[in-house]
């Protein structure tokens, strides 16, 4: 696999990503209430335990959607019908679920130019060791934002493009910034390239609440470990024993919310913003919305942001689905 970087120096990318880091957690723990943003969850420790979260039997979305992927994959090929296209993926992810839709088109005798969009350089070396050598595939990582990614994709060529925004992902945004999100991404689009996004469904509050409260206590440590990151990068002091996850479906917003929870009254010193923030005894830090969707939602949506529903890929379940669009301009 060949590997791009939209960037100046390593050193200078480390150290942006540093300020920024800091200037985020000083606006979080210094709002009311306390927040932080989840896309700081993934450090190298974070997606380890996120990969063993996605194997455990309590999570359901991984293996659900991998399942509906494994059905779907010749019917995406025949839909689309291209001899040769660009697959195109926002977050690298572990490739196997990407896997199966090259497989698909290859099956198809199409040719396939797989580039992984991803700002973690690691994450693409991991997807060398999961998509299988083939005569029909020529992989291109590029270690960029999502955006400036695309760009550089267009830029190189002008094949028909299949975007993949897999996992549920999309609920990370509110109602209102996954249509800006999607917005974006329409206008970085050309007209009838595809895109395939993963909606998680809303379903029985036991199942939601079990998956992301799993008996292994894995989403407990994988929250938590955002507080380590915040002690190894930016010298803050937290005691971890002094703090529990806590996730909880909230049915007026129609989203899970995860929170860490603070014991005990304290005060954190964090070395890099030569600050100390004072916590109440079960005062919160909110770290991340997952919200869940009806397929009226995701018809809406597409309709919204300038895309077509060609098909909903689902489970017998009706747990998840993954929904084939097409830019419309």
């Known amino acids: 696999m060949k590997i791009s970087k939209i960037d100046n120096s390593k050193k200078a990318v480390e150290a942006m990503n540093k ?12 709002a009311s209430p306390k927040a932080l943003q989840a896309k700081y969850f993934y450090d190298d420790t974070g997606s380890k335990i996120f990969q063993k979260i996605t194997q455990h039997p309590d999570y359901y979305p991984t293996k659900t959607e991998y399942e509906i992927l494994d059905y779907a994959k010749h019917q995406l090929a025949d839909l689309i019908n291209e001899s ?4 195109i993926e926002l977050g690298a992810g572990d490739g196997h679920k990407t896997q199966l839709i090259i497989n698909g088109f290859t099956d198809n005798n199409c040719k396939v130019n797989y580039y992984p969009i991803d700002i973690s350089e690691k994450a693409m070396l991991m997807l060398k060791e999961t998509i299988s ?10 270690v960029a934002e999502y955006f400036e990614g695309l760009r550089q994709v267009r830029e190189t ?15 990370n945004f509110d109602r209102v910034q996954n249509q800006g999100f999607l917005r974006r991404l329409w206008m970085n689009m050309d007209n009838n390239d595809y895109l395939i996004v993963g909606f998680d469904l809303k379903k029985d509050v036991d199942v939601l609440t079990k998956a ?3 008996s292994s206590g894995l989403t407990s440590d994988f929250n938590l470990n955002l507080l380590t990151r915040i002690n190894n990068e930016l010298g803050g002091d937290f005691d971890i024993s002094k703090f ?3 996730g909880v479906y909230s049915p007026l917003l129609g989203a899970m919310e995860s929170y ?3 014991t005990e009254p304290q005060s954190v010193y964090i070395a890099e913003l030569k600050r100390h923030f004072h916590f109440e005894a079960f005062e919160p830090i909110h770290l991340e919305f997952s919200f869940k969707f009806l397929k009226s939602d995701i018809d809406f949506i597409s309709q919204k942001t300038g895309f ?3 098909r909903h890929f689902s489970d017998n379940k009706e747990y998840f689905i993954d929904s084939l669009w097409q830019v419309q301009k």
């Open 19 to 30: 300020e920024q880091f800091a200037i985020d957690v000083l606006t979080g723990l210094s």
């Open 84 to 87: 040769e296209i660009d697959i």
């Open 133 to 142: 050598p083939h005569p029909f595939v020529e992989c291109h990582g590029i």
């Open 157 to 171: 060529s002008k094949n028909r493009q299949l975007v993949l925004f897999l996992g549920s992902n999309i609920g």
């Open 212 to 214: 992301y409260n799993d």
């Open 244 to 246: 529990q996850h806590f």
């Open 260 to 262: 860490v929870i603070a």
């Open 308 to 310: 077509e529903v060609i």
